[in-house]
């Protein structure tokens, strides 16, 4: 994985722990998406406890109704959407070709394990009711 750290960031300075040189993409922890929604959970319920938070609450529900162009509504979804995929650390041809060959010796496992426990089954209810 250090590998992909370097050339994302662009050669072996990567591994000095200085990760914020200019890269845009994310970088995968789960301790900065942590503190990035417990930022904006606090700031929400900060202004839950204002007594303003009526008038947010009216706006919110009328911008929760489904009234508007719904090709507008479509388009700004698929841009969520590739803004989303944009996020995502895609893994590289070497881990593709490893996942994948694990997934299908254990499919090929769990095919023989359950037919072996069928033919199993079979013989044992024929010698049973012969």
């Not at 606090?42 to 508007?68: N, Q």
Request: positive net charge.
């Amino acid at each position: 994985m250090s590998d992909e750290r370097e050339d994302r960031l662009g050669g072996a300075h990567a591994t000095d722990g200085d990760d914020t040189a200019g890269v845009a993409r994310p970088s995968g922890k789960r301790s900065a998406r942590r503190t990035r929604s417990a930022s904006s959970d606090t700031g929400s319920i900060a202004t839950l406890d204002r007594p303003s938070s009526r008038k947010a609450t009216k706006t919110d529900r009328a911008e929760r109704k489904k009234t508007g162009n719904p090709f507008k509504r479509l388009i700004k979804f698929l841009r969520e959407v590739v803004a989303e995929l944009r996020k995502v650390i895609w893994p590289n041809r070497k881990q593709m070709v490893t996942y994948t060959s694990v997934v299908l010796v254990f499919v090929i496992f769990m095919v023989a394990f359950i037919s072996g426990l069928d033919v199993a089954f079979i013989k044992g209810v024929n010698w049973l009711f012969g």
